[in-house]
């Protein structure tokens, strides 16, 4: 196990799933870690369990986001990392997505990490600091994964991607300043994702709890699904390991290198069938 003493780290949706194993594989190996998630009651409870410091802000306010990054930058000292984790999900094609569901899916999927990252980069180099960023993508951030094909993510696919873009983005900027991105890949990680994302869909008005939002799985081999979930801690203990070894893309799941390498075959098809320019 690595040796975190000493270090500090900010997670975002830090009351759940990922975020939630990520603080403890972080506790469990020294680090002080600052907890926020927009559930409060369930954020406070989670950060109790761990004795770690939280406050509640929801990632799609910038001006929240500012204040957020302020406050754990107070409380713990200087942050060594940002985990810019918190994510929803709302099933369905784009082609009949709401407005209202676009909007919630960017502001936090994308919008979300974009907050974090600036107002963590302006701390660190306010104070001539490196660190480390790890932002939370998918496996939809390298492809449309083959087995769900079926089952319409788009805002989804779309938030995922940007999340791997703006990493790819700011890892050339700030790899001369001392500060690394990464980009966690998951594949399946057992997780309350689609609840809590109802939930927060119905606090802003975008849903109601007589009108969730879930995907058909009827299509899906859900026998081979079910053998893919991975517990959010074995998902945070990977994405530790890859920070240590210094990947910008740490998968969790051997499957999602099939699914990127089909996308590169179809990038090599379209030079093959076009010839040399
Ligand atoms: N579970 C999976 O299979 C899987 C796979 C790939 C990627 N991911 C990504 O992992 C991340 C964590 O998801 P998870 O699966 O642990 O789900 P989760 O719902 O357990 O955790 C997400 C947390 O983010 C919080 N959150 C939602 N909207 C927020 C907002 N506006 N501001 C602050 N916090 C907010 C939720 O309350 C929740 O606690 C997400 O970015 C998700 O897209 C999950």
Request: glycine share 10%; aromatic share 6%.
């Given at each position: ?86 994510g929803v999900i ?59 094909r079926s089952v ?126």
């Amino acid at each position: 196990m690595d040796d975190w003493r000493g270090r500090t780290a900010l997670v975002t949706g830090a009351a759940d799933g990922i975020g939630f194993a990520l603080c403890e594989a972080l506790v469990a190996r020294g680090a002080r870690v600052f907890m926020s998630d927009v559930a409060a009651e369930r954020l406070k409870e989670r950060a109790a369990s761990l004795g770690a410091a939280c406050a509640p802000c929801d990632v799609s306010d910038a001006a929240a986001v500012d204040e957020l990054v302020s406050r754990a930058w107070s409380e713990l000292g200087p942050l060594d990392l940002l985990c810019a984790n918190a994510g929803v999900i709302v099933p369905g094609s784009i082609l009949d997505a709401k407005q209202a569901d676009i909007d919630l899916v960017l502001g936090v999927n994308v919008w979300g990490v974009v907050h974090a990252c600036r107002a963590f980069v302006r701390r660190m180099r306010e104070t001539g600091r490196g660190g480390e960023m790890l932002l939370t993508g998918s496996e939809h951030s390298l492809s449309n994964p083959a087995y769900l094909r079926s089952v319409p993510m788009h805002l989804y696919n779309l938030s995922k991607h940007a999340v791997l873009s703006i990493g790819d983005s700011l890892r050339a900027e700030l790899e001369p300043e001392g500060i690394r991105v990464s980009v966690l890949c998951p594949g399946p990680v057992v997780s309350g994702l689609l609840e809590n994302s109802n939930a927060y869909r119905a606090s802003r008005g975008g849903g109601t709890k007589r009108d969730p939002s879930s995907p058909d799985l009827s299509d899906v081999d859900t026998e081979r699904l079910a053998k893919l979930y991975m517990p959010a801690s074995r998902a945070a203990e990977i994405a530790l390991a890859g920070l240590r070894a210094g990947a910008f893309v740490i998968p969790t799941h051997a499957f999602e290198l099939e699914d990127a390498e089909a996308r590169f075959r179809d990038v090599r098809a379209g030079f093959e069938l076009l010839g040399p320019s």
